[in-house]
T-cell receptor, first 111, second 113 residues
Framework: LAKTTQPISMDSYEGQEVNITCSHN???????ITWYQQFPSQGPRFIIQ???TKVTNEVASLFIPADRKSSTLSLPRVSLSDTAVYYC????????????FGGGTRLMVKP | DTAVSQTPKYLVTQMGNDKSIKCEQN?????MYWYKQDSKKFLKIMFS???????INETVPNRFSPKSPDKAHLNLHINSLELGDSAVYFC????????????FGSGTRLTVV
């Protein structure tokens, strides 16, 4: 499984756009990139997944460069409720795969 | 309606005891998992069951034994609890993780004293 590296923490203010970058230099050809969000005392929640270029949904955008060795989760106009830990995962796109979540990025949104 | 529910939410017990954590999902997913989250927030897969059959068994002590009576339930039994077992244990399920990812329960905080 490809190892991922993310910043340990980030601070932002309400209304700002937040970009969290994840490095995955040894990503394999069949690996997808998935991001999860975890609030205190809750399990992680799937946010977005992509393979290459750009993916956008109602929550976030995911930017993946051509070499796929990194990816950036973009949260538009964050609010206080976006304060959470964000995990980047890289792994095979099939049921039963083993995914170990790294330490994630702790995002603190301030008023 | 909670999609993936775990009980209990908190569990405090003494070393050497045996305890169980229950998990149920009402999503109709075929695959269920147990994850362990340590104090540094690393989430590590422990077990995975697909339609009641064990398909993933990571390097976990034999004291941990999962049981799946049907595909909607995956319970975790832990024998002879040790201090190092203190962590938050998450149950999860998936049908097509490539599209929808994994659905996690809210976790069970286990404290061994």
């Amino acid at each position: 499984l490809a190892k991922t590296t993310q910043p340990i923490s980030m601070d932002s203010y309400e209304g700002q756009e937040v970009n969290i970058t994840c490095s995955h230099n040894n990503i394999a050809t069949n690996d997808y990139i998935t991001w999860y969000q975890q609030f205190p005392s809750q399990g992680p929640r799937f946010i977005i997944q992509g393979y290459k270029t750009k993916v956008t949904n109602e929550v976030a955008s995911l930017f993946i460069p051509a070499d796929r060795k990194s990816s950036t989760l973009s949260l538009p106009r964050v609010s206080l409720s976006d304060t959470a830990v964000y995990y980047c995962l890289v792994g095979p796109n099939n049921a039963g795969n083993m995914l170990t979540f790294g330490g994630g990025t702790r995002l603190m949104v301030k008023p | 309606d909670t999609a993936v529910s775990q009980t209990p939410k908190y569990l405090v017990t003494q070393m050497g005891n045996d305890k169980s954590i229950k998990c149920e999902q009402n999503l109709g997913h075929d695959t269920m998992y147990w994850y362990k989250q340590d104090s540094k927030k690393f989430l590590k897969i422990m077990f995975s069951y697909n339609n009641k059959e064990l398909i993933i068994n990571e390097t976990v002590p034999n004291r941990f034994s999962p049981k799946s009576p049907d595909k909607a339930h995956l319970n975790l039994h832990i024998n002879s609890l040790e201090l190092g077992d203190s962590a938050v244990y998450f149950c999860a399920s998936s049908q097509d993780p490539g599209i929808y990812g994994y659905t996690f329960g809210s976790g069970t905080r286990l404290t061994v004293v």
